[in-house]
């Protein structure tokens, strides 16, 4: 079993910056891919980025050259840089591990992009 708790959200003005860490604890997180999701008010949970275990990264087209995911297997860690943040960053950003069909999510964190 895996356990994920996200940490790092807030409220931050546009064009600010804030870093999202998700610890994950249980199994042996260095192998599975881990992902980061947002999910805005009245919107479904959509896919912001994801790095697998080799560290080969997958971004949706919004957050390109924006946001950042990172790895740190050591600390089983896993990290979201988010730079140039715009209100429509807006949601509760969730953490997911997966492996194969094997799925374990974060409780997710809230960040708020607002003047």
């Known amino acids: 079993q895996v356990q994920l708790v996200e940490s790092g959200g807030g409220l931050v003005q546009p064009g600010g910056s804030l870093r999202l860490s998700c610890a994950a604890s249980g199994s042996i997180v260095s192998i599975y891919t881990m992902g980061w999701y947002r999910q805005a008010p009245g919107k479904q949970r959509e896919l912001v980025a994801t790095?697998?275990?080799?560290?080969?990264?997958n971004y949706v087209d919004s957050v390109k050259g924006r946001f950042t995911i990172s790895r740190d297997n050591a600390k089983s860690t896993a990290y979201l840089q988010m730079n140039s943040l715009k209100p429509e960053d807006t949601g509760v950003y969730y953490c997911?591990?997966?492996?194969?069909?094997?799925?374990?999510w974060g409780q997710g964190t809230q960040v708020t992009v607002s003047s």
């Open positions: 997911k591990a997966n492996l194969g069909h094997i799925e374990h």
């Open positions: 790095i697998t275990n080799s560290g080969s990264t």
